[in-house]
């Protein structure tokens, strides 16, 4: 069993940074995907960015990309979500999730096995 747990949201003015961070906790690691998705009030969930494991492969949606960085640090099985230059329309909660056993990103939630309970952000203008 795959748990995730997301922190780091909160309250910024536009053109601030953010960085988010997905905990995974699982007895046994295997190659897998880990995905950052959004939801916005009234509207569905999509998918902002995904990074791969072992071998590092990363992949953003692109109004994203170029403002938004995913890391991760192995040795405190955490995926990050550095945010900068945020907008208003950045505004949503903010899940990771996972995608165990596959290394090939797909920005379908549909894909991904297991979910965080999510952190807002909330963006200023």
């Known amino acids: 069993q795959v748990q995730l747990a997301e922190s780091g949201g909160g309250l910024v003015q536009a053109g601030d940074s953010l960085t988010l961070s997905c905990a995974v906790s699982?007895?046994?690691?295997?190659?897998?995907?880990v995905g950052w998705f959004r939801q916005a009030p009234g509207q569905e969930r999509e998918f902002v960015s995904a990074?791969?494991?072992?071998?590092?492969?990363?992949y953003y949606v692109d109004s994203v990309r170029g403002r938004f960085t995913i890391s991760r640090d192995n040795g405190k099985n955490t995926v990050y979500l550095q945010m900068t230059s945020l907008k208003p329309e950045d505004t949503a909660v903010y899940y990771c999730?996972?995608?165990?056993?596959?290394?090939?990103?797909?920005?379908?939630?549909?894909?991904?096995?297991?979910w965080g309970q999510g952190t807002q952000v909330t963006v200023s203008s």
């Open positions: 699982i007895r046994t690691f295997s190659a897998h995907v």
């Open positions: 990074i791969t494991w072992p071998a590092i492969t990363t």
């Open positions: 999730a996972a995608d165990w056993g596959r290394t090939i990103i797909f920005v379908r939630e549909e894909e991904y096995d297991y």
